[in-house]
């Protein structure tokens, strides 16, 4: 049985025919073709899927697809602006923050969503805001650094 | 019922490449029309950094920029053999072979170059940007790309060289053990600064101080990540990961990340690390590789620091606060702290 | 917080570089931050199909029958994969470098020897597919008893848990059940020595976790040959590996790889490939074999247990003097990589430190639980363990600084290891000086001031003992630069270093001989 949805993926509508109790994950990479969305375990458990629903932060291998009907969903696809890089990203090169870049789109769209709601968070926020996020190459530094610098960064545009 | 303090260090060696050798990797490089290089590589980049640390390899033995280097890795059908990536062989042996493969490639461009600068190859030298130019006399130069051109179309030359690295497999003596495990070694010295619950049995690690020696450090970032992250694992080895934690016994295993536990970000500590470059003598520059040992120095150091400051030993990982609490009752609770 | 100290060992390095040395940006980083990196599972095919592994429930049991009929009906089922249809279904991993004998199947036929074993694949048109038919095989088993307990397995009339390997250990060299390692004479040493310390190490398994599962995807391409998406951490070891259980020529296959997201060493086992390409002979089709996280969690090889008995005899002055070591790599069912780290272990038996006498046996044992391999640090990180937690009681029951012991115990260049090998390039001293003085770690004037280069500041008893002295008076340091921009030369890796004398017996005087078994003078 399969079902339609309809939901905006990075400002674009797009439209996609689900199977029954499909998850997010699998409809984005599967059906959507949004490859930039990485699945680490299906089992809500390592956060490696995180995406941004209504702006909020949520793990897409343990959402019904169908219940994303009329939602905003961003994705790391849509973080870049044409050939400019979000903060975060320059953050994240700037800082190292990557190795086998496996769980980055993840821990950016975590990221992302802490900033857009608080420009400038504590360390303990940054921390917060990774914590359902698993890195098993970097043991977490360069990535929080690279999220407080980001928002430094963009402390000095608004500045 | 109080929180202890306490630190304890730990000092390691760590063998570089396969045990006994026999691990061979090739590489292939070669030159685009435009004097852009790329290297062919079957090497894996899992997040150490293969692709990074060949490309300066490469770069730096041709003598041009790193801009002009792409190291393209892991397709069977392109990339010449090589064993794998693990073992900390990655930088020592893939680097080796793509030194030499560099070497070769180099040698033919610096023949194209003298050809068009009717000099000797000898005389030349390359400036890193770029150019191949007269050495004492830089103004008499040509750049790597009219080199290129020259040699593709006119010279009838390819720019290009293949690079093998072998240790030669060694020999076990059954009876004694005699055997060369490795060629060189990379050292490591960690304290470990800890403070326990004596209460909950929990280890929380304070601050950890290290001195790594891992020969040439081809590129310092990239040695902090392997560093930093790797003393991370070594610190999640040693209080927190197992898939049987109550082995031999098969049961309580772990099935997803709630019930694995590793240090979050909020459980992790700061690192002080100094860098020690010994260069291994046939090392690429003089590199080891930092990929495993970096974690090595952390589970005894924490073992230790335990041991400083309430007084017990516990010598089964990982040390749990149900292995720490059992361990105090044995010895009925714990000590004023005996920090150093 | 990452320093330098470019002072130390400056004489051996060219620091002139143009790009080595430099913090330069990874090639793969914009891939990564943007989600352009391609892993295996980044290539999409148009009826890709999807195979499950039905997996043992049991530790040990024979498998009476097997009943796939239901299965094989179930909707989106597209084909059944037995052990019969294996080409070659008996391997062992590092066959490849004819080490070990084919001990494992890919898919159990008769026996399953632990919990989560491969017994047979569903291929179908969906994971869920795939998954709902694997509920639908019925198996019955006899179970048998199992052993988890490496020691209970050596035991005479212990349940033999592999057929090749019947006594429940790896075969050394056609006749020894261990690796041995053998280096002057622990017994007398002990008898002689001030103080002995004893003790039994335990690591159990650890997940390798990389947050990218095992996994590959087989695609049929022109002329006969298949494309295989993988995960390897080997790209040729997995190759040829799936090459000789399919009983393929090795250039049908053509594996891409080589951007991973994380593999600590779970990633050389070759988990996924074979089947995946069996699965795609069969069908025609493009098949993936993903492990869940469940799968790579319980059944995906872990790093694995060991059990290590460590005893040390030392003098009251802080040089250790013996070392017996025995240690029992806990294998799981098979092989694949344990009698290989077992090797390594013996090798490092004495840590980076000098040590005249020392014992070692290593075991690789067969036990009913999931196979064990490689992880960051194989065959070394739990000895580690073993040995620094040692060198600490040992510091403690002589009253020294833990430091300042290890300094004292260091090997330096020229000393003689236990394998038998010149030790060279050593820096284990530096880093202890190094990270003591960083970590506001008092210790001596004399300790800083040794060096791990030959000819430079001896240990303090060379003067307090002179009958027995540690570290004989060397010539002045000859600092010889070395040039490492080696372009121009031929690749020369370097040649074997030339074979020392053999330990002299027991009791034999210093000085004369280079060499005491107990008080080991250094060989010079």
């Known amino acids: ?159 | 019922m109080a929180k202890h303090r306490g630190r304890g260090v730990a000092a390691i060696n760590y063998p570089i490449g396969m045990n006994l050798g026999g691990d061979p990797s090739q590489a292939l490089v070669h030159s685009n029309p435009s004097g852009k290089f790329t290297v062919a590589l079957s090497s894996i980049d899992l997040g150490q950094g293969m692709k990074s640390v060949t490309r300066q390899i490469c770069a730096e033995t041709l003598g041009v920029p790193i801009e002009d280097v792409y190291v393209d890795t892991a397709d069977s059908d392109t990339g010449p053999h090589c064993m794998g990536s693990f073992a900390s062989r990655g930088t020592h042996r893939v680097g080796n072979a793509v030194m030499a493969a560099a070497r070769e490639a180099r040698a033919v461009m610096m023949e194209a170059a003298a050809e068009e600068l009717e000099v000797d190859a000898g005389d030349l030298e390359t400036d890193g940007r770029g150019n191949i130019r007269v050495k004492g006399a830089p103004q008499k130069s040509i750049s790597v790309k009219d080199v290129a051109v020259a040699a593709q179309f006119r010279q009838g030359k390819t720019i290009s060289g293949r690079g093998i690295f072998l240790v030669p497999l060694s020999d076990v003596d059954p009876e004694t053990g005699e055997m060369s495990p490795a060629t060189c070694y990379a050292h490591a010295c960690l304290i470990a600064e800890v403070e326990v619950d004596d209460e909950t049995g929990e280890v929380a690690v304070l601050k950890m101080t290290s001195a790594y020696e891992l020969g040439r450090a081809l590129n310092p970032k990239l040695v902090e990540q392997q560093l930093v992250g790797g003393a991370w694992m070594g610190m999640s080895h040693a209080l927190y990961e197992t898939p049987e934690p109550y082995y031999p016994d098969t049961r309580n295993g772990p099935r997803d990340f709630n019930e694995y536990l590793m240090p979050g970000p909020g459980d992790i500590c700061p690192h002080d690390i100094t860098v020690l470059e010994r260069p291994a003598p046939d090392g690429p520059f003089g590199a080891k590789g930092p990929g495993e040992m970096c974690a090595n120095p952390v589970l005894p150091a924490i073992a230790n620091a335990i041991f400083n400051a309430v007084g017990v030993r516990v010598n089964e990982l990982p040390i749990t606060p149900e292995k720490v609490l059992r361990a105090l009752k044995a010895k009925n609770g714990a000590p004023a702290s005996r920090f150093r | ?524």
Not at chain 3, 99 to 106: A, I, R
């Open chain 3, 1 to 524: 917080m990452l320093e330098f100290r470019k002072d130390i060992f400056a004489d051996e390095r060219d620091d002139n570089l143009k790009e080595v040395g430099r913090p330069t940006q990874r090639q793969d980083i914009l891939g990564h931050v943007t989600g352009a990196s391609a892993f295996y599972d980044d290539h999409r095919f148009a009826g890709l199909l999807h195979l499950k592994i039905l997996r043992s429930p049991h530790a040990h049991a024979r498998i009476r029958s097997i009943d796939d009929a239901a299965a094989q009906r179930a909707p989106g089922v597209k084909r059944i994969i037995r052990a019969a249809d294996v080409p070659v279904n008996l391997n062992t991993l590092l066959s490849l470098i004819q080490f070990g004998k084919d001990d494992e199947p890919s898919l159990a036929s008769d026996v399953v020897r632990y919990k989560g074993e491969p017994i047979l694949g569903i291929v179908a048109t969906s994971e869920r597919s795939a998954r709902e038919a694997l509920a639908l095989v019925r198996v019955s088993y006899d179970p048998l008893p199992a052993v988890f307990d490496v020691e209970e397995a050596l035991k005479p009339g212990a349940v033999s848990v592999n057929a090749t390997y019947p006594k429940n250990t790896f075969e050394y060299y056609g006749k020894y059940d261990h690796q041995k390692l053998r280096y002057g004479d622990v017994d007398s040493a002990f008898g002689q020595c001030d103080v002995i310390v004893e003790d039994r190490y335990q690591m159990s398994p650890i997940e390798h976790a990389p947050t990218e599962t095992n996994g590959s995807i087989a695609v049929p391409d022109t002329n006969g040959r298949f494309v295989v998406y993988t995960s390897t951490q080997a790209l040729f070891f997995s190759l040829d590996t799936a090459a000789k259980i399919n009983a393929m020529p090795s250039n049908q296959l053509h594996f891409i790889g080589g951007t991973v997201g994380g593999g600590f060493g779970g990633k050389v086992d070759t988990l996924t490939e074979p089947l995946a390409i069996l699965a795609a002979r069969l069908t025609g089709a493009p098949v993936r074999y993903r492990l869940s996280r469940h799968e790579e969690m319980q059944f995906g090889s872990p790093r694995g247990a060991e059990r290590i008995y460590v005893k040390d005899g030392a003098m009251r002055d802080g040089r250790i003097v013996a070392r017996k070591v025995t240690a029992y790599f806990d294998s799981g069912a098979y092989t694949r990589l344990s009698s290989y780290a077992a090797v390594k272990c013996a090798a490092h038996i004495p840590g980076p430190y000098t040590i005249p006498n020392v014992y070692g046996d290593v075991y690789c044992v067969f036990t009913n639980r999931t196979p064990a391999t490689a992880m960051r640090g194989f065959g070394v990180t739990a000895l580690d363990f073993a040995l620094e937690c040692q060198m600490d009681k040992l510091a403690t029951a002589i009253g020294m600084d833990p430091i300042e012991f290890r300094i004292l115990n260091a090997y330096r260049d020229g000393d003689m290891k236990a394998h038998r090998r010149e030790a060279k390039n050593c820096a284990l001293i530096e880093c202890c000086q190094v990270a003591a003085e960083k970590a506001n770690w008092p210790i001596r004037e004399e300790y800083r001031r040794m060096s791990s280069r030959r000819g430079a500041a001896s240990a303090p008893h060379a003067s307090a003992r002179p009958e027995a002295p540690r570290r004989q008076p060397a010539p002045a340091p000859v600092q010889q630069r070395i040039p490492y921009d080696r372009a121009g030369e031929p690749p020369a890796p370097d040649a074997p270093p030339p074979r020392p004398p053999a330990p002299p017996p027991a009791g034999s005087s210093h000085g004369a001989t280079r060499f005491s078994s107990v008080f080991g003078t250094r060989r010079r």
């Open chain 1, 1 to 159: 049985m399969r079902t339609p949805v309809q939901f905006s993926l990075n400002g674009e509508e797009v439209a996609a025919f689900v199977e029954g109790g499909a998850n997010l994950l699998d409809a984005l990479r599967e059906t959507v073709g949004d490859l930039t969305v990485k699945g680490g375990c299906w089992q809500g458990t390592c956060g490696t899927c995180t995406v941004l629903i209504d702006g909020a932060p949520r793990l897409a291998c343990i959402t019904l697809a169908e219940t994303c009907a009329g939602r905003s969903i961003e994705t790391v696809a849509g973080l870049r602006r044409g050939p400019d890089l979000h903060p975060l990203q320059t953050a994240f090169i700037e800082h190292f923050a990557a190795q086998c870049g496996y769980c980055t789109p993840g821990m950016l769209m975590a990221a992302k969503a802490l900033l857009d709601r608080k420009p400038s968070p504590t360390r303990e926020e940054v921390v917060e805001a990774i914590g359902g996020n698993i890195c098993r190459c970097t043991g977490y530094e360069p990535i929080i650094e690279a999220i407080l610098a980001a928002s430094r960064a963009g402390d000095r545009r608004s500045a």
